[in-house]
């Protein structure tokens, strides 16, 4: 009987009939959507963790990979102190700024910045992005930025060599990113390992994914003679600097190059899996309410 009354039509002489009739359904329907609306409104627009990549071509390893001699064998904790470092980041306008790239170089395109070589621009960039997925996935990890771009005297204490140095003496582990000259003026992508304080197996990691120097490359270059190992993420040209100076690439390329490092340095540290992962997006309750849903409508008015 109350279903075959609740079906009935309502009079179309009685309007006020109607309104009363719909509104007195509202609080119903109310507290039924109102869980998934906001359930909606508060999922992240992009889940912790995942983020854009892009295929991207470092080019050719290092052409001296066949020369390495060398091989990391000490063991950091998996908590060890990680300082990244970008290079080049102090030594603008000057001798040993870095590369401009092919593309400014060779096809006259603008910088990426003024004042600034490309290098360093993409140094900066990626570095920063290590620093920052390191961090999101649980490493020990930070970025140093000098903040003066030109400091002639290398002992500064502001510098990277200065910086880095002290945090290897104190037990960490440093890491400065470049990217190698384009053309027959670079070698490829690989690791300068450090002198100071011996190769690790973060180093030997880097250079099974990256390709390598020989320890003694250009005499002993400043950096790795203060315990910094140097990593060239590739040559400066072809597909790797369009991915990083296509905007509509270069977000994706950044943390592609950044994910490459940061797993790789993870492995090396044995890093635990559940410790290293990523947590996945939380998953909604979507199942009704049962008090909500048990609730019997409430009776239409008599009109």
């Not at 903040?147 to 140095?165: F, H, L």
């Not at 670079?186 to 300068?192: A, D, K, N, Q």
């Not at 690439?249 to 490092?261: K, P």
């Amino acid at each position: 009987m109350q279903a075959r009354w609740l079906l009935a039509p309502v009079p179309s002489r009685s309007p006020l009939a109607l309104v009363l009739l719909l509104s007195s359904w509202m609080p119903l329907v109310q507290p039924l959507l109102a869980p998934a609306v906001l359930a909606q409104a508060a999922l992240p627009q992009a889940p912790y963790g995942q983020f854009r990549k892009v295929k991207v071509n470092t080019g050719e390893r290092s052409r001296l990979t066949v020369k390495k001699n060398w091989l990391g064998k000490r063991r950091p904790s998996h908590t060890v102190p990680i300082l990244v470092l970008a290079g080049h980041a102090d030594s603008q306008q000057m001798s040993g700024s870095g590369t401009n790239g092919y593309a400014v170089a060779v096809r006259g395109a603008r910088p990426m910045q003024p004042g600034m070589t490309d290098e360093t621009f993409w140094n900066l960039a990626t570095a920063r992005r290590i620093a920052k997925l390191g961090q999101r996935r649980g490493l020990n990890i930070r970025f140093y930025d000098p903040g003066v771009r030109t400091i002639y005297n290398a002992d500064d204490p502001r510098t990277n060599w200065s910086t880095g140095k002290r945090h290897v003496q104190e037990g960490g582990y440093a890491l400065e990113i470049h990217y190698d000259a384009y053309g027959r003026d670079g070698y490829g992508s690989g690791v300068i390992p450090r002198v100071y304080g011996g190769q690790t197996v973060i180093d030997e990691h880097l250079a099974r994914e990256f390709g390598s120097f020989p320890w003694d490359f250009r005499g002993v270059l400043g950096a790795p003679k203060r315990g910094i190992t140097m990593l060239e993420v590739g040559k400066l040209e072809g597909d790797l600097e369009n991915k990083l100076r296509n905007p509509a690439t270069r977000d994706a390329a950044l943390n592609t190059i950044a994910d490459r490092v940061v797993t790789t340095v993870a492995k090396a540290l044995d890093v635990p899996q559940s410790f290293f992962q990523v947590p996945p997006p939380p998953v909604l309750n979507r199942r009704p309410d049962p008090t909500v849903a048990n609730q019997q409508p409430p009776a239409p008015p008599k009109i």
